[in-house]
């Protein structure tokens, strides 16, 4: 029997296991074999390891000090799968980062301040860094904070989040193909366009009513049809081949199975929350539904809100298109997302380049996060 310390934190509208490099290092050279064992995949119910059974729940935030450069903490995200013995280190988990600072806070790699303590976190999955801004009074973490986010009950501590230079973090492009939008032939579907932008996290969006959907979807619905399932795979697929991160389609699940993304778009419309409540048109900008690791997302992944208001500001994509303006407002800056579970918003910091095209300085948002337990894990 082997064990591990590790700890469980909710960040955002996601849970992982959080463990420190060292103590994962001095353990194993097969990090992916660990990974699989600690979560209990491949199985459905994933009962016999610490994983939730859903892709929101099977992540893995692997954490350690950094001493030469100038950033607190190194993190790389881990993607278990519930039911494939893959782990996918492509791409970053917003919901996630969003715990990394204060588990340093409380794991004593960084020193905390009055009132509040700037994390600085470099993410190995994109390359890129994320500025944590925890409320800290008189130098102490407290989870007495007032601030709700759509898809977690209850209140918690409010962190703010800015991915800063996020373009390009995994083809090094904003556009991956250099194109506002591309044209995919897809088997069983047919010819789909779409918009593919790279910021924070690879997202490939798809207007929601050119596949004879609404975008106001339930999760239940979406997930209960299987025949939709497929096709929306294989458009995602399409777009990963487009993006060079695949070379067969059909194993899109398995080589590329957590990126791109792939999000339904579609203008604000009245529409009921997973948990029955009314959000009106009024309130949001944007109406969007996530795919993740071929199930439904019950609410959104921050690195996709993030991206999705990058593709907002972005003239010509399809987000762009479909995004709430204001009479005679060809730009803005700051937008509000409809998802399954209610509304994120958050803004960009970006300088246009010409009319067509945009520089992305920073994109930001809000979340709450809170450790769960620490203790150690036990697996053969």
């Not at 994962?24 to 660990?34: E, G, I, Q, Y």
């Not at 690879?202 to 025949?227: C, M």
């Not at 939709?228 to 399409?238: K, N, P, T």
Request: proline share 4%.
């Amino acid at each position: 029997m082997k064990e591990l310390k590790c700890s469980i934190y909710r960040g955002g509208t996601s849970k992982g296991v959080f463990l420190l490099e060292e103590d994962l290092k001095s353990l194993s050279d097969d990090l992916d074999h660990v990974l699989l064992k600690v979560m209990g995949s491949p199985d459905l119910h994933q009962i016999d390891g610490l994983g939730g059974a859903v892709s929101t729940t099977s992540k893995v935030a692997i954490i350690s000090k950094e001493t030469e450069n100038p950033w607190d903490v190194n993190y790389t995200f881990a993607q278990v799968s519930v039911d494939k013995p893959v782990v996918s280190y492509a791409g970053n988990c917003g919901n996630i980062s969003s715990a990394v600072g204060i588990f340093a806070i409380e794991n004593k790699l960084v020193e905390i301040k009055d009132p509040v303590t700037v994390v600085k976190i470099y993410n190995t999955n994109t390359k890129k860094v994320i500025e944590e801004r925890i409320p800290t009074p008189n130098g102490e973490l407290v989870y007495t904070e007032d601030y709700k986010i759509a898809g977690v009950p209850g209140k918690g501590l409010k962190i703010d989040l800015k991915f800063l230079n996020p373009a390009g973090s995994l083809t090094g492009k904003l556009l991956p193909t250099g194109n506002k939008t591309d044209l995919l032939q897809v088997d069983g579907v047919g010819q789909v366009e779409v918009s593919i932008v790279d910021a924070s996290n690879p997202l490939v969006y798809v207007d929601a009513r050119t596949l004879g959907l609404t975008g106001y979807e339930k999760v239940s619905d979406i997930d209960s049809n299987k025949e939709l399932l497929d096709q929306l795979e294989r458009i995602r697929g399409m777009a990963a081949m487009k993006m060079g991160l695949i070379r067969d389609l059909e194993k899109s699940s398995t080589e590329s199975p957590g990126v791109p993304k792939l999000t339904l778009v579609a203008p604000p419309k009245d529409y009921y929350t997973v948990e029955g409540e009314l959000v009106k048109e009024s309130d949001y900008d944007l109406s969007v539904r996530m795919m993740s690791m071929q199930k439904a997302h019950k609410s959104i992944a921050l690195t996709g809100a993030l991206c999705t208001f990058a593709a907002c500001a972005i003239p010509d994509t399809i987000p762009n298109r479909l995004v709430k303006k204001q009479a005679g407002e060809s730009q803005k800056n700051t937008f509000d997302l409809g998802h399954s579970s209610g509304i994120i918003g958050g803004s960009i910091e970006y300088k246009a380049l010409d009319e067509e095209n945009i520089e992305v300085q920073s994109v930001t948002s809000f979340r709450t996060a809170r450790k769960i337990l620490t203790g150690t894990v036990y697996f053969v």
